[in-house]
């Protein structure tokens, strides 16, 4: 049976707030840039925020749409009218706080109740709806956050400033980033009931592997565009070229609508370029260790660049200090992926699962709950 404990309540208040806070403070940063005449950069963070909004509010339309078996066309006009307004995310977390409440606080016995007022169902409801949320964050972080730190460290090193809360800000920001990853991870395993879900030790394994592997990443494609950003772009460009054939390839089925389908392998696509993700449930072995030799090399080739044809503009003190973060923080990554895979990866559990399952016969079938479009997911 799927939980959502009184924990999990707690931290979905908490992400509201965080949310709303990170809307007033990317309209702040991008008023701060204006206000400096700085509109370049005012723009790219408002624009930034206004493409990951659009995206969202275009799958949480859809999704309502999948998830309605006879949608009143009527209230179909309600639902689209609200997205368009980009409230989509709020009706959301308000049919998240609805059942999340009466999961964590009311539902406490299985007495002779109607179905949609039964505790399996109450829970089932909610973890659902926290998936759904955790996903829109997924393309909310890629799509809005992670370019905008991007652009955070290019203003830090192209104007050389030393303000230790642009510095704290950066920090917070890949924090952030990796946090959501795992945030994702941990509502996935528990909207699949056949999934142990992350202990502590997983969460942690998980969590640095993400953090140090994106830190390398995106400290790397910011060393390149300072260096050119012709050559930024357009290895961003093909990266997202490679990643975005390659979801073609595995033939997603995410979305019912062709349209839709091809928006969530383009947005798909994006994510890939600062870190893997499984789209589909088949073995990924080999695509996740071809991804990371690939980041290697790119990374090894960037630091070769800057330390035998040093730009004039680069400091040896702070190349230095950047450099030994690369290298650390990639080998570190890449020591945390493989821990986690070979020790905390879901196909573990499923290989005990499936033993389970054959000794029990066909005794399991009868606890099997629908687990809906995140299913293939995990199974990577």
Known sequence: MMKFPKQDFIFLVSGIIIHVVDIGVDFWVASKYFCE??????VLILCYRGLSSVVIQLFSYEWFKND???PNPEKLKWVFLVRFFHCGIFIRYWFALKYG???AFKQNSNGDVPETEHPNFIHKKAVDIMTDISMLKVFKTFLESTPQLFVQIYILREHDTNNFCQYAA???SFCGISYLTVDYQISLRKSLPDKDEFHVLSKLVYLFYKLLTITSWILSISLITLLSARSSVFLLIL???CGFC???KQHTTFCKSKVMEYLYRTVIGIILIFTFFNI???KTKVCISIYYTTHTLLTLGVLLRYLFWKPPFTKEIHFTIVGILTIVSLVLGIIFLLVYYRHFHPTVYCRQQMCSDEADGESGEKDRVEVGRFQN????
């Open 377 to 380: 997911f995990i199974m990577q």
């Open 37 to 42: 005449g700085q509109y370049w950069w005012g």
């Open 280 to 282: 589909k449930g088949t």
């Open 170 to 172: 950066v920090i917070l």
């Open 239 to 241: 990266l997202w070229s």
């Open 68 to 70: 309605c078996e006879n």
């Open 101 to 103: 409440y009466q999961a």
């Open 246 to 248: 390659w979801t073609l």
